[in-house]
């Protein structure tokens, strides 16, 4: 069973930055995974964001290319977001996700495609 804990959401100004953090725990040894950021704003359906997997490629919502970086740090078993010249829509409640045995070349990067789930952490950008 993986676990995910989120933190790092808050609020911020349009322009500004947040970085989220995502730390994983108890799980053992899979040879591949694919993890990941979904966001979901009242009243939309909850959208991929950014991913990365075992292979170290990532993915991007067109919507935050170039705004955004994952990353990870597996000493820590720790995944991060940082997010940069945030604006009003990207407001948002941000969950981290994570699919074992899979890569971002064989999973969906949808939401049924996932098999676990942070509780999530808001992030409200103003302007």
């Known amino acids: 069973q993986v676990h995910l804990v989120e933190s790092g959401g808050g609020s911020v100004q349009a322009g500004g930055s947040l970085r989220l953090s995502c730390a994983a725990s108890?799980?053992?040894?899979?040879?591949?995974?694919?993890m990941g950021w979904f966001r979901q704003a009242p009243g939309k359906t909850r959208e991929g964001v950014a991913f990365?997997?075992?292979?170290?490629?990532?993915f991007y919502a067109d919507s935050v290319k170039g705004r955004f970086t994952i990353s990870e740090d597996n000493a820590e078993n720790t995944l991060y977001l940082q997010m940069n010249s945030l604006m009003p829509e990207d407001t948002a409640t941000y969950y981290c996700?994570?699919?074992?045995?899979?890569?971002?070349?064989?999973?969906?990067?949808?939401?049924?495609?996932?098999?676990?789930w942070g509780q999530g952490t808001q992030v409200t950008v103003s302007s």
């Open positions: 990365i997997d075992s292979d170290g490629d990532t």
């Open positions: 108890g799980y053992t040894y899979y040879s591949s995974y694919c």
């Open positions: 996700a994570a699919e074992m045995e899979g890569t971002i070349e064989t999973v969906d990067l949808v939401p049924l495609d996932f098999s676990y």
